[in-house]
T-cell receptor
Framework: GDSVTQMEGPVTLSEEAFLTINCTYT??????LFWYVQYPGEGLQLLLK?????DKGSNKGFEATYRKETTSFHLEKGSVQVSDSAVYFC??????????????FGKGTKLSVKP | EAQVTQNPRYLITVTGKKLTVTCSQN?????MSWYRQDPGLGLRQIYY???????DKGDVPEGYKVSRKEKRNFPLILESPSPNQTSLYFC?????????????FGAGSRLTVL
């Protein structure tokens, strides 16, 4: 079945450092890909998404490109801030109904940014 | 404000005492889902509903029940809670259950079963 694998955390960076969180997926068809973020004590919220190959999703300085040839959707940010400290989830959603349309999450990567 | 509302946010209960976690959305979404979040395991889907009166099991349905009598509500029922159901629970909804439709999450319900 469909699956998402993302890098294990936790990741600790200094402010203004470059961030990459790797995410690869296995899916049939043409899934949509997402990054969700969970700030401490809150629910998940959408960070960005991409719906087809070579699409780039971007938001709040974060970017991720849908790479079908490498089945990847790595999250990047050029200069992280303390306020970016959170847990980041990569996810995919199939283009079919029923269970194949459910959102499948990676296990999450905790990011801590130090001043 | 468009949102998913869960209640209670925090609950401590004892083994075997039935409880219900309510979930309500005000966005006229067809698709609703329950997840549990546990350290090291990420989010795992418990049940989902593609529309009113249509529910189906997710990855970890054992010990849980749901119903979808109205479009806006999707309660999660624990008939006889056990300590292994201690977890953080999230309800979520989206316009439909396919494609690029974005899930909107509730703030979470932290449940402790003693």
């Amino acid at each position: 079945g469909d699956s998402v694998t993302q890098m294990e955390g936790p990741v600790t960076l200094s402010e203004e450092a470059f961030l990459t969180i790797n995410c690869t997926y296995t899916a049939t068809g043409y899934p949509s890909l997402f990054w969700y973020v969970q700030y401490p004590g809150e629910g998940l919220q959408l960070l960005l998404k991409a719906t087809k190959a070579d699409d780039k999703g971007s938001n709040k300085g974060f970017e991720a490109t849908y790479r079908k040839e490498t089945t990847s959707f790595h999250l990047e940010k050029g200069s992280v801030q303390v306020s970016d400290s959170a847990v980041y989830f990569c996810a995919l959603r199939g283009d079919y109904g029923g269970s194949q349309g459910n959102l499948i999450f990676g296990k999450g990567t905790k990011l801590s940014v130090k001043p | 404000e468009a949102q998913v509302t869960q209640n209670p946010r925090y609950l401590i209960t004892v083994t075997g005492k039935k409880l219900t976690v309510t979930c309500s959305q005000n966005m006229n979404h067809e698709y609703m889902s329950w997840y549990r979040q546990d350290p090291g395991l990420g989010l795992r889907q418990i049940y989902y509903s593609m529309n009113v009166e249509v529910t189906d099991k997710g990855d970890v349905p054992e010990g849980y029940k749901v119903s979808r009598k109205e479009k806006r509500n999707f309660p999660l029922i624990l008939e006889s809670p056990s300590p292994n159901q201690t977890s953080l629970y999230f309800c979520a909804s989206s316009l439909s259950g396919v494609g690029a439709n974005v899930l909107t999450f509730g703030a979470g319900s932290r449940l402790t079963v003693l």
